[in-house]
């Protein structure tokens, strides 16, 4: 039996705010985390990846070509119905809400083993808590014994689901509730608590929270710049402009202190450094601030799941007095990375006139990043 999976991840998350499967959970999204389980899985022979058709290409360069990626509808149920059409050779289809990011080998193996029962089969938890059904003017307890909660995958035979979606146009909440609109009653196989969907912000925290403990990483960074000849070239420490005083040479503002600062976060968050992102050989760097260089940083490290718990910084020059600009250089700084002023510190020694910064051809800076994994 040809088995096909498909991973709904086309909503557009109204109750969470934004897109709940781009949160990034343990570095890659929520969509991630399903799709890779169900292309380990050795009874899985093809997976669909149904996204929202501005987010289709970029997905499809993406990912390898074991994953193919198909537009979404408007509804979930017409994202279901697509990757069932597009499931052809399939001869079982199993469906899952990629906000459900912990669902099992387990699972999936005995969700396509209880199909070959009924045609058709879902995953379920039992209810723990009283259920009370609250009318106009009346409220009844239900009889908890007989009621399931569903979870995904829900699967079924290909030709079963695709006569199923065929013969609706209502709008109904999961494939089982379409199968069973055709005469089918779906086997129903127990389900894990660990297999909930992320459907509010505290979903994502409990899920997060789920990972372990936050791994913590350091960065450290180095930057060295000359003195220019050039009278008119102005400069830049920590986005803070020193008037009457030498400018450092460089393709950029040549600001010392922040490019060690980008470096250490980089470094921190494996990102590369900053001679890879902003190279010294591309004209539309020229005389760039380099605020705009730390902001870029700060927004990779968010995007690869990280946060930054603080920034410190040490510039080492015989001249300028740098501390008197203390305050407005950690501000400066922490505005361009989006975090608190408190988690920026800057220091400042000279080299006690030795070598070539204490001869005052220079000026160089390290700096020390620490970051936590996004929780």
């Known amino acids: 039996m040809t088995t096909f999976a498909a991973i709904l991840a086309a909503g557009r998350g109204t109750r969470f705010g934004t897109d709940k499967t781009e949160a990034i959970l343990g570095h890659k999204p929520v969509w991630q985390w399903s799709l890779d389980t169900y292309l380990n899985h050795p009874l899985i022979d093809e997976v669909i990846l149904v996204t929202s058709p501005e987010k289709l290409i970029e997905l499809t360069n993406r990912l390898s070509s074991k994953v193919r990626v198909i537009a979404g509808g408007e509804s979930r149920q017409q994202s279901s119905k697509n990757a069932v059409i597009a499931a052809e050779g399939a001869d079982i289809v199993l469906i899952h809400d990629a906000a459900r990011p912990f669902v099992s080998t387990d699972l999936i193996t005995r969700t396509i083993e209880a199909?070959?029962?009924?045609?058709?089969?879902?995953?379920?938890?039992?209810?723990?808590?009283?259920?009370?059904?609250?009318?106009?003017?009346?409220?009844?307890?239900?009889?908890?014994?007989?009621?399931?909660?569903?979870?995904?995958?829900?699967?079924?035979?290909?030709?079963?689901?695709?006569?199923?979606?065929?013969?609706?146009?209502?709008?109904?909440?999961?494939?089982?509730?379409l199968v069973e609109a055709i005469g089918v009653n779906p086997e129903i196989v127990e389900g894990d608590p660990i297999n909930f969907k992320i459907t509010t912000p505290e979903d994502?925290?409990?899920?997060?929270?789920?990972?372990?403990?936050?791994?913590?990483?350091?960065?450290?960074?180095?930057?060295?710049?000359?003195?220019?000849?050039?009278?008119?070239?102005?400069?830049?420490?920590?986005?803070?402009?020193?008037?009457?005083?030498?400018?450092?040479?460089?393709?950029?503002?040549?600001?010392?202190?922040?490019?060690?600062?980008?470096?250490?976060?980089l470094g921190a968050a494996s990102l590369g450094d900053i001679g890879q992102h902003f190279p010294n050989t591309d004209p539309k760097w020229a005389g760039c601030p380099s605020s705009v260089f730390l902001t870029h940083a700060a927004s990779l490290l968010a995007e690869s799941g990280w946060k930054i718990v603080n920034l410190d910084m040490t510039l080492i020059g015989e001249s300028p007095k740098v501390m008197v600009q203390a305050d407005n250089i950690c501000a400066t700084v922490?505005?361009?990375?989006?975090?608190?002023?408190?988690?920026?510190?800057?220091?400042?020694?000279?080299?006690?006139?030795?070598g070539s910064i204490g001869r005052s051809?220079?000026?160089?800076?390290?700096?020390?990043?620490?970051i936590v994994e996004l929780r």
Do not use: W
């Open 334 to 354: 922490a505005q361009a990375l989006g975090i608190d002023r408190r988690r920026v510190s800057v220091k400042a020694t000279t080299n006690e006139k030795l």
């Open 361 to 370: 051809e220079g000026i160089a800076s390290f700096a020390v990043a620490s």
């Open 115 to 177: 199909v070959s029962k009924t045609g058709a089969a879902a995953v379920a938890t039992k209810m723990v808590d009283t259920i009370k059904e609250i009318g106009l003017n009346s409220v009844r307890t239900l009889d908890r014994t007989c009621l399931v909660a569903m979870q995904t995958p829900q699967a079924a035979i290909r030709e079963l689901l695709l006569r199923a979606h065929l013969a609706t146009d209502t709008e109904l909440t999961d494939e089982m509730a």
């Open 204 to 265: 994502l925290v409990r899920a997060r929270s789920m990972l372990g403990y936050p791994e913590t990483r350091t960065g450290i960074g180095y930057d060295i710049h000359s003195f220019s000849s050039d009278p008119d070239r102005k400069l830049f420490l920590g986005g803070i402009h020193f008037a009457n005083h030498r400018g450092l040479e460089g393709h950029s503002d040549a600001d010392v202190l922040i490019h060690a600062a980008c470096d250490a976060l």
